[in-house]
């Protein structure tokens, strides 16, 4: 499998998303997407969405937990039809609006990091939270903010294994609703998905290395800021391409 030097820088961005994923339970789509849609918008949203879903496979085999999925039932339940809807807004934008509704969800996801805008972890903000996780993530491929907000009050373990049999559980109903309604061409997202595929899993074999070595505050800050970075550049090159009429 030829490798070009677009498909080398996308494959380094993957493997630090799938570190920085396995290390602090945040990151993969945070970071990688608006990186990748910058190097190539065809990577957003199925590829991330895709790689993500591996990635998530890897961590619930290495932590050898079951899935807890009732708390979050209403939220995954929810979802279905919001992914639904994300396929459908998918359609409707044009891709410099895309990368305007990205980088607004990135920045959204920096938000979600401070505790005072905590919501209750009720069954009807999980519902609300997974509808709009779905349309946020089916668009954009990044759909962790909404439930972050919910589940910021929760204990940091019950909440890092909730979201993940989440997101195990509906990622594919994304996949499926973008194949569905073609908004994602299988053999595309097969080409991209077994390329960068390598990446994630050696970012979470260099995690299970490093883990426990080092204090996770501050690398999460790091990542925060990387992503405000990042987001930061697609909203401005967004802005450029709609005022250019590109």
Do not use: H
Not at 15 to 40: E, K, N, R, T, W
Not at 92 to 113: E, K, Q, R, Y
Not at 145 to 154: C, D, S
């Amino acid at each position: 499998m030829a490798y070009s030097a677009v498909d080398c820088l996308a494959l380094l961005i993957v493997l630090g998303g799938s570190l920085v994923q396995a290390l602090l339970g945040i990151g993969f789509a945070l970071l990688a997407a608006p990186l990748l849609y910058l190097l190539d918008p065809g990577y957003v949203p199925g590829p991330v969405l895709l790689l993500g879903f591996v990635l998530a496979c890897c961590m619930l085999l290495g932590n050898r937990r079951a899935l807890a999925w009732r708390r979050p039932m209403p939220a995954i339940l929810a979802r279905l039809p919001g992914a639904w809807c994300g396929g459908l807004l998918l359609g409707l934008l044009p891709g410099a609006w895309l990368g305007l509704l990205l980088s607004a969800c990135v920045l959204l996801a920096a938000l979600s990091s401070y505790r005072w805008l905590a919501l209750p972890c009720s069954p009807r903000n999980l519902a609300v939270a997974g509808f709009c996780s779905g349309l946020m993530g089916t668009a954009t491929a990044v759909g962790g903010p909404p439930m972050a907000l919910v589940y910021q009050a929760r204990d940091p373990l019950d909440a890092r294994i909730e979201l993940a049999a989440f997101f195990l559980l509906t990622t594919p109903a994304s996949l499926l609703a973008l194949l569905y309604q073609g908004r994602l061409p299988l053999d595309a997202l097969l080409a991209s998905g077994l390329k960068l595929a390598p990446g994630v899993l050696v970012g979470y074999g260099l995690a299970v290395c490093l883990q426990g070595r080092f204090d996770r505050q501050r690398p999460r800050q790091l990542l925060l800021l990387m992503a405000l970075l990042a987001a930061g550049g697609l909203l401005l090159l967004s802005l450029w391409r709609l005022w250019s009429g590109g």
